[in-house]
């Protein structure tokens, strides 16, 4: 059974996960009670010990980048319990749509949440969300590869255009493939798709949820003799 310090670190790894795969300004939203939460969140897991005073529950809001329901912003709204992830979070939409689709993506969260129990669900809800709203709404945002795509940061190099290869005597070919998953769920599995990607030297997005998939651009750069 996890400690409590244990479930911490593992909710601030997630938030850590949230803020990184989220980079858009104002995705990820802590009012200024929640960031001092977070604070000293992080200072007891740096610390690897648990105050004697108890740590107030992290919570905050994820703002869905891209994603209009109705005319409004579409919002996920979290609490963590000291037990998350082995206790389900309190998750709550927020968005300025009919009642009648608040109800539905609200029952999509619970559903996700529920099946998700044990393990960190703030990512799969995201892009669960996601997909309710373009379900049920369809003029809610751009198509869903294009929005839930997650980039693959800092990777690739502008210098391997075609104009610059050819210019230079070298031939270009651009290799695209597409890794079908049952499901990219898992927080280390997304880290390691990441930094696996930045050591081949590859370009690509990785959609998380179910099914999961991952699109891998790689650029071959042969010397013309």
């Not at 604070?39 to 740590?55: Q, T």
């Not at 609200?106 to 529920?114: D, I, L, N, S, W």
């Not at 390691?192 to 990607?197: K, L, N, Q, S, Y």
Request: hydrophobic share 40%; proline share 5%.
């Amino acid at each position: 059974m996890p400690t409590e310090l244990q479930c911490l670190r593992t909710q601030v790894e997630e938030l850590e996960a949230l803020a990184a795969t989220f980079t858009e300004e104002g995705a990820v939203q802590f009012q200024t009670l929640e960031a001092e939460a977070l604070k000293l969140a992080k200072e007891a897991v740096v610390g690897n010990a648990i105050p004697a005073r108890s740590l107030p529950l992290l919570s905050g809001t994820i703002r869905i980048p891209g994603i209009h329901v109705q005319g409004g912003p579409l919002s996920l709204r979290f609490v963590l319990p000291t037990a998350y992830p082995l206790q389900c979070a309190t998750l709550s939409v927020e968005c300025s749509c009919s009642r009648s689709i608040h109800e539905e993506l609200g029952q999509v969260v619970r559903r996700v949440a529920e099946d998700s129990e044990g393990a960190e669900c703030l990512l799969l809800e995201v892009s669960e969300l996601r997909d309710a709203a373009q379900t049920l709404h369809p003029k809610s945002g751009p198509s869903l590869v294009t929005e839930s795509a997650q980039p693959f940061k800092d990777l690739g190099s502008s210098e391997y255009s075609d104009a610059a290869h050819r210019s230079t005597g070298h031939e270009v070919e651009i290799v695209r493939v597409v890794i079908w998953f049952h499901h990219i769920k898992s927080l280390q599995k997304r880290r390691f798709i990441v930094d696996r990607a930045r050591s081949l030297g590859v370009t690509g997005y990785s959609k998380p949820g179910f099914p999961g998939v991952t699109f891998i651009y790689v650029t071959i750069v042969q010397l013309l003799v």
